[in-house]
């Protein structure tokens, strides 16, 4: 029986893989067969990661990029063609965030988080999706997050950045459908990454948090595998335009029961 699930000979492009969530997925598609194109602003920081690919017997180029710089986003795509031909996945995972008062937030703010999250995600998915056009194959990734779906104070311009994610991603799957290409949403719930730290310092937020995720955890590294690979794979071959939230169960919105 044919396996769905395997990546063997695919080439999958990940940004924002120096660090949490980034190395995550990489990780998962590398040990389903894949070998990566790894991004960040600072290669230097990739160095770990891709000896750790490399030790999977899996192959990895680190390749600079700064999403709010088209030029580097050419020069990846172009990078990556050199080195492997072709691209058969994207996880477009680069992403930051800013936490303010609504009151509080400035016009910078906006601009960072907007321009970072959903314009450099854009923009990527453009220059990767013209080559995936030229082989009429590809799956691309979204990385999105519970905020796709509802608001949370605090976090307004990461919210708006969320919510336009699945918006550019379902449009993006009802123009490139045509040339073999799926587009989804990957939205992972409380998983602990450098960019949340400060929230998982705080105990009593955590006991909150875990106390309305019915499966009564934040999420561990392991439970995005699946899922990813999924969406990379030819087991999601008529699955696009949707968001798959991998968060235990919290945007059920479920809290125990008083009684």
């Keep these: 029986m044919e396996n769905l699930f395997d990546l063997s000979g695919k080439v999958a ?6 660090r949490g969530l980034g190395q995550y997925f990489g ?11 790894i991004t960040s602003r600072d290669t230097s920081r990739l160095s770990e990661f891709q000896a750790e690919i490399e030790r999977l017997g899996r192959r990895a180029l680190p390749v600079k990029l700064d999403v709010l710089n088209e030029s580097d986003i050419q020069g990846m795509v172009r990078a990556a063609i050199a080195e492997y031909g072709k691209i058969d996945i994207l996880v477009n995972n680069a992403g930051l965030n800013i936490r303010r008062p609504a009151a509080e937030f400035t016009w910078k703010d906006w601009d960072t988080v907007l321009d970072t999250n959903l314009k450099g995600a854009f923009f990527v998915a453009q ?8 082989r009429r194959y590809g799956r691309i990734i979204n990385i999105g997050s519970c905020t796709c779906v509802f608001g949370m104070e605090g976090i307004g311009p990461y919210c708006a950045s969320r919510g336009g994610i699945l918006q550019v991603s379902r449009s993006l799957a009802a123009e490139w459908g045509r040339h073999g290409i799926t587009v989804n949403v990957l939205a992972p719930g409380w998983f602990k990454t450098a960019q949340n730290k400060v929230l998982y310092d705080n105990k009593p937020w955590v006991e909150y948090i ?17 899922t990813v690979i999924f969406l990379a794979s030819d087991a999601s071959a008529y699955v696009t335009g949707q ?3 991998v968060d235990g169960g919290f945007t059920t919105g479920a809290t125990k029961a008083i009684v």
């Design 210 to 226: 875990t106390d309305r995720i019915p499966l009564g955890r934040p999420g561990q590294p392991k439970d995005l595998d699946g």
């Design 243 to 245: 968001i798959i939230l």
């Design 127 to 134: 220059a990767v999706g013209r080559e995936m056009i030229k």
């Design 27 to 37: 990780r998962a598609l590398a040990q389903a067969g894949a070998d990566l194109v």
């Design 13 to 18: 492009v990940v940004t924002g893989a120096s």
